[in-house]
């Protein structure tokens, strides 16, 4: 199958899964995402958790449409913050905040802020004091110049004095709406939340590059590069691993084994991706 086939096919076919798989029940109880959560309301929550007074109080430095590392194809909605309960600026990716998974009797930023910061104690109790490995999900950052470079990662993120306030903030309707699709594909294909969320926002993706093409089933050859680089994050296995295993006698079941190794935390399994995610979310056999 070509590459657009397959990308279109993760949006239609996704597009038709997520609208019909309701009813019977959502995640597991008590297991919560924000996924419509702005960096100013992750912000604010952080002073809260933090117990910080007005004058000692996080403040968001960039948004995400201004940073160098959300420009480039692959790469999450980046912004910069100015973290005082550690007074060092911090760079956090806006999908990994949105996809913070807590356990509680409801929903909201404050638990989502209060988990980052159990996740963030975590990590340096295991000595990773400048973020998680690699910078993937966030990291504290330096101003060099006038730019912030990430330590862990070494991205640049944006220059310090370009600022612009923007709306990360969805209406009411668009969170439910996210939210019960997240909540279906997470009871439909039993995985987690957090790889519900990468699937229906990969679906999602798919369909607005397809809707920004006035309805052409035809995507760009930067959209297909993006989506490539979005499907190698998720899956753990490259395009040219895929082409080379399909030579392979045993090739297929290869790649399915390692995609679920990558995701065995999900509650992905190599026969789950074989048998349901495949065929029915992405229309390939």
């Known amino acids: 199958m070509k590459l657009k086939n397959v990308l ?6 996704a597009t038709a899964a997520l609208s019909s798989c309701g009813g019977g029940g959502g995640v597991t109880y008590g ?3 924000t996924p419509y959560i702005s960096a100013t309301q992750f912000v604010n929550a ?6 910080a007074p007005y004058y000692d109080e996080s403040e968001v430095i960039l948004y995400t449409d201004e940073t160098y590392r959300s420009a480039q194809p692959g790469q999450d909605d980046w912004f910069v913050i100015w ?7 911090k760079a956090v990716s806006l ?5 913070i998974t807590y356990y509680s009797y409801y929903s909201s930023s404050y638990q989502t802020a209060e988990e980052f910061r159990n996740i963030e104690d975590d990590d340096r109790f295991y000595g990773y004091f400048d973020g998680d490995l690699f910078g993937d999900d966030y990291e504290v950052v330096d101003l060099i ?3 912030f470079y990430g330590r862990e990662s070494g991205y640049a993120y944006e220059d310090e004095l370009e600022t612009m306030d923007v709306n990360l903030l969805a209406g009411e309707q668009q969170v439910k709406k996210l939210a019960q699709k997240v909540s279906n594909i997470s009871y439909a294909y039993q995985v987690s939340p957090e790889m519900a969320l990468s699937l229906v926002s990969l679906g999602e993706k798919v369909e607005n590059m397809l809707q920004k093409g006035a309805g052409q089933q035809e995507l760009t050859e930067a959209d297909q590069e993006v989506l490539l680089k979005d499907l190698e994050h998720l899956t753990g296995v490259t395009l040219e691993e895929v082409i080379a295993a399909g030579s392979e006698a045993n090739g297929k079941q290869e790649i399915l084994k390692k995609i679920a190794n990558k995701n065995a935390d999900s509650g992905l399994t190599s026969q789950k991706l074989e048998d349901k995610i495949l065929p029915e979310l992405f229309g390939i056999k």
């Open 8 to 13: 279109i096919g993760a949006s239609l076919l």
């Open 31 to 33: 297991y919560y995402n």
């Open 46 to 51: 952080l002073n809260d958790v933090d117990g």
């Open 83 to 89: 973290d005082a309960e550690y007074n060092q600026y």
């Open 95 to 99: 999908q990994y905040i949105r996809a």
């Open 145 to 147: 110049g006038s730019t």
